[in-house]
């Protein structure tokens, strides 16, 4: 009799934890509204299958999104055999650059990763049941990207990313917010306390990131970037100010004049326009013209004082949060990170520390991680970029242990 209630009692209690549980997962289900951005994790529409293996489906596409470890020396090999066959049968795209912009760098990842960190593989396919203990369909992939991140660190980032010729011959456009917004949920379900992508991507891919996201979420450049190209500005317009009231007569008589005197009328005439307002240093001007590049997506050329105004109006609103220091180590430089709350500015701000205070953060200062050419830091809120994007419902598979 007392084993009977006692079954009955345990059965009674699962059904309320049971009911519990799905109130919560419906709950979660609805999109945050809050003004913070709290994450929702859609837990029911990402199916775990093992413990580094996550599936979700495409609410719109008969498409799978995939995110996987690099945790086996022959997965690896095979990424990177994919990889070089994409990069070397790459196509134009948007007339703008080739698939191989984004499998170029996804393969230095791959090449270049550090056993200290953690790397994993996010992909769309249409491939229906993909799963863990079967060879990926590599014929169905349609966009691939590399996250790397580091277990309980609060940045994550994603590189890489391409659609596949493919996915650029056969597949849907614009799903790249959509690869970046699983891989961010998918990271937070792994670990909560993440909070940061940071990456240094091209101008295309960042303009996309700051037109899906809201206002806020996108803090484009490094604070010292920033008091760089303010301080120069500064400095120009002092300048301008001093020769405000230098006519053309004294302009030819000056030092400046004299170089020109022997050119033509137009010429000195153009001179003495450029004297009065001068142009940035090229250095500075370099920079003010890529930073806009990743604000401003239209064709039309702008003036310096155009791209200068809209750079400081983002700026204004969305100032960066990122400041990168340099680092004396025993053998080398390196560069520690601070990121400062954007809501909280003058707060101390997080920092990731040298490589030799734990090498958690060591791919931040590994090659394929770092600007080059008209790239520069790009930090995104995690939790917004996670509910940028929802998810369809995910056909159950089996799970592996």
């Given at each position: 009799?007392?084993?009977?209630?006692?079954?009955?009692?345990?059965?009674?209690?699962?059904?309320?934890?049971?009911?519990?549980?799905?109130?919560?997962?419906?709950?979660?289900?609805?999109?945050?509204?809050?003004?913070?951005?709290?994450?929702?994790?859609?837990?029911?529409?990402?199916?775990?299958?093992?413990?580094?293996?996550?599936?979700?489906?495409?609410?719109?596409?008969?498409?799978?999104?995939?995110?996987?470890?690099?945790?086996?020396?022959?997965?690896?090999?095979?990424?990177?055999?994919?990889?070089?066959?994409?990069?070397?049968?790459?196509?134009?795209?948007?007339?703008?650059?080739?698939?191989?912009?984004?499998?170029?760098?996804?393969?230095?990842?791959?090449?270049?990763?550090?056993?200290?960190?953690?790397?994993?593989?996010?992909?769309?396919?249409?491939?229906?049941?993909?799963?863990?203990?079967?060879?990926?369909?590599?014929?169905?992939?349609k966009m691939f990207?590399?996250?790397?991140?580091?277990?309980?660190?609060?940045?994550?980032?994603?590189?890489?990313?391409?659609?596949?010729?493919?996915?650029?011959?056969?597949?849907?456009?614009?799903l790249s917010v959509?690869?970046?917004?699983?891989?961010?949920?998918?990271?937070?379900?792994?670990?909560?306390?993440?909070?940061?992508?940071?990456?240094?991507?091209?101008?295309?891919?960042?303009?996309?990131?700051?037109?899906?996201?809201?206002?806020?979420?996108?803090?484009?450049?490094?604070?010292?970037?920033?008091?760089?190209?303010?301080?120069?500005?500064?400095?120009?317009?002092?300048?301008?100010?001093?020769?405000?009231?230098?006519?053309?007569?004294?302009?030819?008589?000056?030092?400046?004049?004299?170089?020109?005197?022997?050119?033509?009328?137009?010429?000195?005439?153009?001179?003495?326009?450029?004297?009065?307002?001068?142009?940035?240093?090229?250095?500075?001007?370099?920079?003010?013209?890529?930073?806009?590049?990743?604000?401003?997506?239209?064709?039309?050329?702008?003036?310096?004082?155009?791209?200068?105004?809209?750079?400081?109006?983002?700026?204004?609103?969305?100032?960066?949060?990122?400041?990168?220091?340099?680092?004396?180590?025993?053998?080398?430089?390196?560069?520690?990170?601070?990121?400062?709350?954007?809501?909280?500015?003058t707060a101390p701000?997080?920092?990731?520390?040298?490589?030799?205070?734990?090498?958690?953060?060591?791919?931040?200062?590994?090659?394929?991680?770092?600007?080059?050419?008209?790239?520069?830091?790009?930090?995104?809120?995690?939790?917004?970029?996670?509910?940028?994007?929802?998810?369809?419902?995910?056909?159950?598979?089996?799970?592996?242990?």
């Amino acid at each position: 009799m007392h084993l009977y209630l006692f079954l009955y009692s345990l059965l009674l209690l699962t059904a309320f934890l049971s009911s519990t549980t799905n109130l919560l997962a419906s709950a979660a289900a609805e999109p945050s509204s809050s003004a913070s951005g709290a994450f929702d994790l859609h837990a029911q529409h990402i199916q775990k299958i093992n413990s580094g293996f996550y599936v979700a489906q495409m609410p719109d596409h008969d498409l799978r999104l995939v995110m996987a470890p690099v945790n086996h020396p022959y997965s690896s090999r095979s990424w990177i055999g994919y990889m070089e066959g994409q990069t070397r049968m790459a196509i134009l795209v948007n007339r703008k650059g080739t698939t191989a912009d984004g499998s170029c760098h996804f393969l230095r990842v791959l090449k270049e990763s550090s056993g200290s960190n953690s790397t994993w593989i996010a992909y769309i396919t249409s491939d229906p049941n993909p799963h863990p203990e079967q060879c990926v369909n590599f014929d169905a992939i349609k966009m691939f990207v590399t996250v790397t991140s580091n277990t309980g660190v609060l940045i994550t980032s994603h590189m890489g990313i391409a659609a596949s010729v493919n996915g650029a011959e056969n597949g849907p456009r614009g799903l790249s917010v959509d690869l970046h917004s699983f891989a961010a949920k998918v990271m937070l379900m792994m670990n909560p306390n993440c909070k940061y992508m940071v990456n240094a991507p091209v101008a295309a891919m960042a303009q996309i990131l700051i037109k899906a996201l809201p206002e806020g979420s996108v803090f484009v450049g490094t604070r010292d970037l920033k008091d760089s190209v303010l301080n120069t500005i500064k400095q120009r317009d002092q300048i301008i100010k001093e020769r405000e009231h230098i006519s053309f007569a004294d302009f030819i008589a000056s030092k400046e004049g004299q170089q020109t005197k022997e050119q033509t009328k137009e010429s000195l005439e153009q001179a003495y326009a450029s004297f009065k307002e001068p142009g940035l240093p090229s250095n500075v001007s370099f920079l003010t013209n890529t930073i806009f590049s990743f604000l401003d997506p239209s064709k039309e050329l702008k003036s310096p004082s155009q791209i200068i105004e809209r750079l400081l109006k983002y700026w204004e609103k969305t100032p960066p949060v990122l400041s990168v220091v340099k680092v004396k180590c025993p053998w080398h430089y390196d560069k520690s990170f601070e990121i400062y709350d954007p809501e909280h500015p003058t707060a101390p701000p997080f920092t990731t520390g040298p490589v030799a205070d734990g090498d958690t953060y060591t791919w931040l200062n590994s090659g394929p991680f770092l600007p080059a050419g008209n790239t520069i830091y790009v930090v995104v809120d995690l939790r917004k970029l996670a509910n940028a994007k929802h998810l369809g419902k995910l056909k159950a598979q089996p799970t592996s242990n």
